[in-house]
């Protein structure tokens, strides 16, 4: 008690280099929460992405676009593939597209998706993100299976000069007929449909498309059998690349399998690497940490020779000793971290964004930098945080400051007096 | 008669310097009564400080026995010598040696806290020491801001706080000057009724003042009866007033 005692009370007696110990523990500590947070916002953001698209595989006709009207690019998958991919373990759910193109003003084009009503709406893109949003107007129902309805993209209705509050009453023509450089004509009737919704997707292209339930597509082309492409939902991330391999041996034969290669790759590699960057960064703070503790206890101990040796001679034991610096040494670094945890509060989230984007982003490829300007970094600090700031910091003092200790109950009292 | 406080027997204590071995104590036989002051004079460089060190269990002799107070010095453990340091010996050093962010109560009550005396009882009988030294205005003062004299007496203060039966004091006023070492040779003097005082000292007064003057030189005792007021021999006087020069 009383060695605590005077350990803490050692603390005061250089206020600035208090202070000044304190500043340089505090660092390490910020470091330390900013990792911590990066870390945990990266596993936020890669929980997110499994749950979207991780888990998304997609199946195309071999060798084919399996655009219905697409020079070259027409083969569609067989209507077998459906019944296969189903009886794959882990594939929750099976969506059947059909896709034509249809010209607008050249040298551009939109595209009519056919889907069944209850499919989620995947853009024909080339990228995964910006699924659609309603805007005006409604969703698909099952009723409206086989019916001349369609949900138009923003950009698309308003070439063909469809307004949002027209929905409802607007009509849409589709022209199998009409051609374009890679666009052959299938000499089919016009048919005109009602439009019952517009989305939104975010990007020029995603709104230039045009989604109608699958039977009127198929009537409207003349397509009888075969899909355009097959999207297989798998339960879980985990279980994405078993299926890939069970679609390759089922129907690799006819079908080219697309895994979600950007999402997989980016779950394997990418932010396993910010997660370890971010790691050892942390432990560079520790490391950090436990350097100061071990200059300032070694300089501590230096110091005051004289005094421990003359502790020893009054009857000090050397379990006194050590408790006095040791005490003292966690009282420093539980110090430093509370300052880390405070600095961090008030500016964590600002400085970790920065922190982030210079210390781990220039290490990423490129192609990642637009998820992670989304990154969200907390500076929030949960009660677990800061029994984690606390047992680093005992433990930093205890490892740091073991060298200096041992130096200072080595000697004998005798000795400690004359090692100046 | 009192019985022997202090016995040694056939102590050395040897340095290795590269090849060449130095006797800083050889072979040494002593005994020291039960209460009084013993002064220790002798050149420098003759092994006062060593002999001192070595009956304070600071330091072990190369060879030989040292009994203090019914204690075999020489074997003791790291936790039994903690404990003689606690309750059997006081210190008191030529530079004070206080802490210096403590104060002189504090300083006081410090060994009595390792020998686990209540709160309460260290106080009063740290207050009840300085204040039988003269220093009761002085509790609340740290060692900084205290004139050397009022240090020393803070440190022999704290040297007796356990009531040790053995107080060893190595030139307790060679910083000071000669009025206040006058002071400290008449607190010593007087702490010396009740215990075993033993001083190095350079100062011839000092000497005069104690029971018993133990002569040393290159290690050994010189023969000198054990006589109060002996006077110096005239090497070592010679050797004193180079000194204070
Ligand atoms: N740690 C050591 N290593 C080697 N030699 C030592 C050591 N300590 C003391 N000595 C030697 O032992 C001898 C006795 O030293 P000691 O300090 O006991 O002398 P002293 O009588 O106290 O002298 P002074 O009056 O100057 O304090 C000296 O020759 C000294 O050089
Ligand atoms: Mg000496």
């Known amino acids: 008690m009383g060695m605590i005692f005077l350990g803490l009370r050692n603390l005061l007696r250089n206020k600035s280099r208090l202070a000044l110990i304190v500043v340089l523990i505090g660092a390490p500590f910020f470091l330390l929460l900013a990792m911590q947070s990066i870390g945990e916002a990266v596993d936020q953001q890669t929980a997110e992405m499994n749950r979207s698209v991780n888990t998304v595989l997609q199946l195309r006709a071999r060798g084919s676009m399996g655009h219905v009207n697409m020079s070259n690019q027409d083969r569609l998958l067989p209507d077998s593939v459906v019944e296969k991919v189903r009886a794959i373990d882990h594939v929750i759910q099976v969506e059947p597209y059909l896709l034509a193109m249809s010209p607008t003003t050249l040298p551009n084009f939109a595209m009519h998706v056919g889907l069944a009503p209850a499919a989620v709406k995947r853009l024909e893109s080339h990228g995964e993100s910006g699924n659609p949003r309603i805007i005006a107007g409604r969703e698909f129902t099952p009723e409206d299976a086989g019916q001349d309805v369609a949900i138009i993209g923003q950009g698309y209705a308003e070439w063909a000069g469809i307004k949002p509050e027209d929905i409802g009453k607007a009509t849409f023509t589709a022209d199998p007929t009409r051609t374009h450089p890679v666009i052959y004509g299938i000499n089919r009737p016009k048919r005109t449909l009602r439009i019952i919704g517009m989305y939104a997707s975010g990007y020029v292209f995603g709104d230039l498309q045009m989604f109608i339930p699958i039977d009127t597509f198929r009537s409207i082309y003349g397509i009888e059998h075969g899909f355009s492409w097959v999207f297989v939902q798998a339960d879980s991330v985990d279980n994405v690349a078993a299926i890939a391999q069970r679609l390759q041996e089922t129907v690799g034969d006819v079908a080219d399998i697309l895994a979600p290669k950007s999402a997989a790759v980016f779950t394997a590699t990418t932010s396993r690497t910010v997660i370890q960057l971010a790691g050892a960064g942390g432990v560079a703070a520790l490391v950090l940490m436990i350097v100061v503790v071990f200059f300032v206890l070694l300089m501590q101990v230096r110091e005051r020779a004289r005094e421990i040796g003359t502790l020893k001679a009054i009857g000090a034991s050397n379990g006194g000793v050590t408790i006095q610096f040791l005490t003292e040494a966690i009282a420093f670094t539980v110090l430093g971290g509370l300052l880390g945890v405070v600095v961090f509060q008030l500016l964590g989230e600002a400085i970790t964004a920065r922190l982030f984007s210079l210390g781990i982003g220039s290490f990423l490829p490129s192609q990642y930098k637009p998820l992670f300007d989304s990154l969200s970094v907390s500076s929030h600090v949960s009660g677990s945080v800061l029994v984690l700031v606390v047992a680093v910091a005992v433990f930093a003092a205890v490892i740091g400051s073991s060298y200096g200790v041992w130096q200072a109950i080595k000697l004998s009292p005798l000795e400690a007096m004359k090692d100046e | ?245």
């Open chain 2, 1 to 245: 008669m009192n019985s022997a406080l202090i016995e040694l027997r056939g102590v050395s204590k040897s340095y290795r310097k590269g090849g060449e071995t130095i006797d800083a104590i050889a072979d040494i036989d002593l005994e020291v009564q039960e209460t009084g002051m013993v002064a220790v004079v002798g050149p420098s460089g003759s092994g006062k400080s060593t002999l001192l060190h070595m009956l304070g269990a600071m330091d072990r002799p190369t060879r030989g026995e040292i009994n203090v107070a019914g204690q075999v010095v020489n074997r003791l453990s790291q936790g039994e010598l903690t404990r003689f340091r606690r309750q059997t010996v006081g210190f008191v050093f030529q530079t004070f040696n206080l802490i210096p962010n403590l104060t002189a109560l504090e300083n006081v009550a410090l060994p009595m806290e390792f020998n686990g005396v209540s709160k309460a009882a260290r106080l009063k009988r740290a207050k009840s020491l300085l204040e039988r030294f003269q220093l009761g205005p002085r509790l609340k003062h740290r060692p900084r801001e205290l004139s050397g004299g009022e240090m020393q007496r803070v440190a022999i203060a704290r040297a007796v706080a356990n009531e040790p039966r053995l107080v060893l004091a190595d030139e307790p006023t060679g910083n000071l000057d000669s009025r206040s070492g006058q002071i400290i040779y008449e607190v010593l003097r007087e702490i010396s009724r009740e215990r075993t005082v033993i001083v190095v000292t350079h100062a011839e007064d000092l000497a005069r003042l104690a029971d018993r003057v133990i002569h040393i030189r290159d290690g050994r005792l010189l023969d000198a009866p054990p006589m109060p007021g002996l006077p110096l021999d005239r090497n070592e006087l010679h050797f004193v007033q180079q000194r204070a020069i």
